[in-house]
């Protein structure tokens, strides 16, 4: 059974920084692509960032380049997304995905977490 849990989410201020964490477990964490995607309140849920198996190859979302950057630890089976210069319009539940393929297209990922809020205040 593959579980996905994230964890490091919370309230922080504008210009703040938060690092959320990804933990896989049930499948073979480094043959498979990762990705972050948020849903703020009333919105559609959106693509942020994706890594390929081994963690050289990211892209990002226009809105988050050069403030988020995601990573991975296989060893660990550990996911993360580094979130600096937060802003209000990042506020929102952010999932990990994991997939076959690193996409900015949620269909491509099979399994997902159940979301970490963060929430950021001015």
């Known amino acids: 059974q593959v579980q996905l849990v994230e964890s490091g989410g919370g309230l922080v201020l504008a210009g703040g920084s938060l690092r959320l964490s990804c933990a896989a477990s049930?499948?073979?964490?480094?043959?498979?692509?990762m990705g972050w995607f948020r849903q703020a309140p009333r919105k559609e849920r959106e693509f942020v960032a994706a890594?390929?198996?081994?963690?050289?190859?990211?892209i990002y979302a226009d809105s988050v380049k050069g403030r988020f950057t995601i990573s991975r630890d296989n060893a660990k089976n550990t996911l993360y997304l580094q979130m600096n210069s937060l802003q209000p319009e990042d506020t929102a539940v952010y999932y990990c995905?994991?997939?076959?393929?690193?996409?900015?297209?949620?269909?491509?990922?099979?399994?997902w977490g159940q979301g970490t809020q963060v929430t950021v205040s001015s």
């Open positions: 890594i390929n198996q081994s963690g050289g190859s990211a």
């Open positions: 049930g499948r073979t964490f480094m043959a498979y692509a």
């Open positions: 995905a994991s997939g076959p393929q690193g996409s900015h297209l949620s269909a491509t990922y099979d399994y």
